[in-house]
């Protein structure tokens, strides 16, 4: 029985959630809408939302594997994954396993040095402020999350980083960095929104060419190409 999609609850960058028949499921459709600089650069990548689908698909199923929960329910098509309905934690997870983008930037530090252990930041999700960079202080000063939340996000980050380094080290990829967002579902903090050459920041491990969003913002070409590689390495 085909499922019944209805009225669009929130369009963002990259993707639309819709409601279901079953107030505890959303669909998310993938846009091949792309933005960089906090929506300042405005572009589309071809087939990017079904590349983002089918990556995010095979990731989440492999975090469900290695005991993560994660929002993810099934892959309905191309665009279209079914997910829990979250409430978003707003904070921004980035973990970094190399220095590299703004890291390097801020601090000065040669891009390409392997960070152990992995560095894990927070940003707050706020786009008029350009999802600023905030301590654990901050979070608790804004009440953001409780700090047994935030414990409990942290923890999730490095699990999932440690079931995605070896994983694409496998696929000849590094895992330089990656976005996470985590959300509430029945109570419990879950994986949210998606796990992509969007969210993510891949280098061929050979040639440390980029393999992701980063060939859109810096203007590198051959974008396309990067995400059906990305999508051949990771599905096969």
């Known amino acids: ?5 209805g ?7 990259a993707k ?17 809408d792309a933005t960089a600089f906090n929506a300042q650069k405005k572009g589309t990548i071809v087939e990017k939302g079904v590349v983002n689908n089918k990556v995010s698909e095979k990731l989440f199923r492999l975090l ?11 892959r309905l098509n191309d665009r279209e994954m079914l997910t829990k309905k979250v409430t978003i934690v707003p904070i921004e997870v980035v973990v970094r396993n190399v220095v590299a983008g703004s890291l390097a930037k801020r601090l000065g530090l040669k891009e390409g040095v392997a960070i152990a252990p992995p560095l894990i930041e927070f940003y707050y999700k706020n786009d008029a402020l350009g999802d600023p960079l905030v301590t654990e202080e901050h979070i608790r000063l804004m009440n953001l999350a409780e700090p047994a939340t ?6 999730l980050a ?24 985590f959300g509430r579902h029945k109570g419990r903090v879950i994986l949210a929104d998606e796990i992509s050459p969007d969210t993510c920041r891949f280098w061929d491990q050979k040639t440390k ?6 060939r859109f913002r810096k203007d590198l070409g051959k974008i396309e190409e990067a995400y059906q590689e990305v999508l051949k390495r990771v599905c096969g």
């Open 1 to 5: 029985m085909a499922l019944m999609k």
């Open 7 to 13: 009225a669009m609850l929130y369009e963002g960058k």
């Open 16 to 32: 639309k959630i819709f409601e279901t028949a079953d107030q505890g499921q959303v669909i998310q459709y993938f846009k091949d």
């Open 64 to 74: 469900e594997a290695g005991g993560v929960p994660t929002h993810f329910v099934e």
């Open 150 to 155: 935030l414990a409990q996000i942290k923890d």
């Open 158 to 181: 490095l699990r999932i980083d440690k079931l995605l380094v070896p994983f694409f080290q496998e696929r000849q990829m590094i895992l330089v960095d990656f976005k996470l967002e």
């Open 209 to 214: 060419e980029s393999m992701d969003k980063d």
